[in-house]
C-alpha cells in the first residue's frame, strides 16, 4: 500500500501555472465544506437568515483585515473579471453622470483582459475614449506618462494593475494613485496576483478600487472581491435585491466566500516566508534553464516582479510546441494569461514591452505558488532541455 502510494505521488504532473489558478488550500477547503450543508438566505430574517448573515459579515471583516481595508469596502463578486468589469463600466457612469465631459478611460497597455475589454467596450457602446498607457521594456507604467495623460478635466477612470500576470512585474501603484489623487480622478488597480504574492495595504495604497479573486491564492473558483473607497461613486451592473451596497444585486455564495475569507487569511499570513521560499525556486530555476539552454531571455527581469512567476523566451521555438511537449512528460506551465491560452496571438503584454512577434510567440510563463516544491522545479529542468531540442528541430523542418 505505501509503495502505491509513493508510486502515485511521483506521477502527479508538476504544477507550474499558479498564475492561472492554484489548488485549493485545505483550510479553504475546510471553510468551504463547513457551509455547503446550511440552509439560510443572508437576506432572509429568521434564524437559519440571520447564520448565514452573520458568516457572511464575519468573511467580510476577516477580509477586511487580510487585505487592509474597511469590512464596509468589501463587495462580494464572482470573480476577477466581475470586479475588473464593475470598477471599470461603474466608476466611469457614475463620473460622466456627474460630468459628462469625462470620456477619457487611461488604461495600461499591459492589463488583463477583462480591463482591456471592459475600456473597450465602453468606447464601442458608450461613447468613452479609450488611451493606453505606454510601458518601458520591463512592463512598467512610468509616472510621468500618467501624469501626462491626466493633463485636462476630461479623465472619468485610470486602471493600472499591481502586479502583472504573464511577467510578474510590479508597478509603482502607490506613485501612480498619488497621482490620480491630486487630479481628483478615482484609480483602479487589478490586484488578482498580487494578494498573497507581496504586502497589499489597500489603505495604505491609496488606490480607490482594488480588484482580487479567490482561486489565485487557493480559495474556491467563482467568488472574488472589489474594494470601494468610501465616497468613490460606481454605477452597478446588476440590478436585484440591493445586495453588496446596491452594488452587487444578487444572493450572494456564502459558503464559496467562506472559503475565500480562510485562503486570504492564510495567504497573507505566510506571505513573507512564501515570498522567500518561492524566489528561491524561481531563481534555481531560472539558473538551471540557463545552464541548459543558453540564450535563454526573462522577460521583465530587470524590474521588481512577483516572487513566483519567470517569463522565459526560448529563441527559435514556439512556445505552444514547448508547452505541448511539457505537458506530454508530465509538466504544466502556460504561455501566458490563462484567458488567452489556445489563441493563436502574441502576447499583448509582451509586445507593448516592445518585444517583436516571433519572440512573442516563444515565450513559456512558469508560475509557482503555495503547493510548488523542489521536485516540481526538478521536472521542468529534466523535461525543458529535451523540449527545447525537440521543438526547435520541429520548427526548422516547418521551415
Known amino acids: 500500500m505505501a509503495a502505491s502510494r509513493r508510486t502515485l505521488v511521483r506521477?502527479?504532473?508538476a504544477y507550474l501555472d499558479h498564475a492561472a489558478t492554484s489548488p485549493l488550500r485545505p483550510q479553504a477547503r475546510d471553510a468551504l465544506l463547513a457551509h455547503l450543508g446550511a440552509t439560510g438566505n443572508p437576506a432572509s430574517l429568521h434564524g437559519a437568515g440571520r447564520d448565514a448573515r452573520r458568516v457572511l459579515e464575519e468573511s467580510r471583516e476577516s477580509v477586511a483585515e487580510s487585505l487592509g481595508c474597511r469590512p464596509s469596502e468589501v463587495v462580494f463578486t464572482s470573480g476577477g473579471t466581475e470586479s475588473d468589469n464593475l470598477a471599470i463600466k461603474g466608476a466611469y457612469r457614475a463620473r460622466r453622470a456627474g460630468d459628462p465631459a469625462r470620456r477619457r478611460v487611461l488604461v495600461s497597455a499591459v492589463e488583463h483582459h477583462a480591463v482591456l475589454h471592459a475600456a473597450a467596450w465602453l468606447e464601442q457602446r458608450e461613447d468613452a475614449r479609450v488611451e493606453l498607457l505606454p510601458v518601458d521594456a520591463e512592463g512598467r507604467v512610468l509616472p510621468d506618462a500618467l501624469e501626462a495623460a491626466l493633463a485636462g478635466d476630461d479623465v472619468a477612470v485610470v486602471s493600472v494593475m499591481w502586479a502583472n500576470?504573464?511577467?510578474?512585474?510590479?508597478?509603482p501603484v502607490e506613485r501612480l494613485a498619488a497621482l490620480c489623487r491630486a487630479h481628483g480622478v478615482p484609480f483602479h488597480t487589478d490586484a488578482v496576483q498580487a494578494v498573497g504574492a507581496v504586502p497589499v495595504s489597500f489603505a495604505e495604497s491609496g488606490v480607490d478600487l482594488l480588484t482580487a479573486t479567490a482561486h489565485k491564492v487557493g480559495g474556491p473558483h467563482g467568488v472574488g472581491v472589489l474594494l470601494v473607497r468610501r465616497g468613490i461613486q460606481?454605477?452597478?451592473?446588476l440590478h436585484g435585491g440591493?445586495?453588496?451596497?446596491?452594488?452587487?444585486?444578487?444572493?450572494?455564495?456564502?459558503p464559496a466566500i467562506a472559503g475565500l475569507a480562510?485562503?486570504?487569511?492564510i495567504a497573507v499570513k505566510e506571505q513573507a516566508a512564501a515570498a522567500l521560499r518561492l524566489e528561491a525556486l524561481r531563481d534555481r530555476l531560472v539558473e538551471g534553464v540557463r545552464d541548459l539552454v543558453p540564450g535563454v531571455v526573462v522577460h521583465g527581469g530587470g524590474a521588481d516582479r512577483?516572487?513566483?512567476i519567470a517569463n522565459l523566451g526560448f529563441g527559435g521555438c514556439e512556445g505552444d510546441s514547448l508547452l505541448m511537449l511539457l505537458d506530454a512528460q508530465g509538466v504544466e506551465v502556460s504561455t501566458g494569461s490563462a484567458c488567452s491560452a489556445g489563441v493563436p496571438q502574441p502576447s499583448h503584454v509582451l509586445l507593448a514591452?516592445?518585444?517583436?512577434?516571433?519572440e512573442a510567440r516563444e515565450a513559456l510563463r512558469v508560475s509557482l505558488g503555495h503547493s510548488s516544491t523542489e521536485a516540481d522545479v526538478d521536472?521542468?529542468?529534466a523535461a525543458i532541455g529535451p523540449a527545447v531540442e525537440r521543438a526547435g528541430a520541429a520548427r526548422r523542418v516547418r521551415r
Open 11 to 13: 506521477a502527479m504532473p
Open 165 to 171: 500576470n504573464e511577467t510578474g512585474v510590479l508597478q
Open 234 to 237: 460606481v454605477a452597478p451592473l
Open 242 to 254: 440591493g445586495q453588496e451596497r446596491d452594488l452587487r444585486s444578487g444572493t450572494v455564495g456564502v
Open 262 to 265: 480562510a485562503a486570504y487569511e
Open 306 to 308: 512577483l516572487p513566483g
Open 353 to 358: 514591452m516592445g518585444i517583436d512577434e516571433q
Open 379 to 381: 521536472a521542468f529542468l
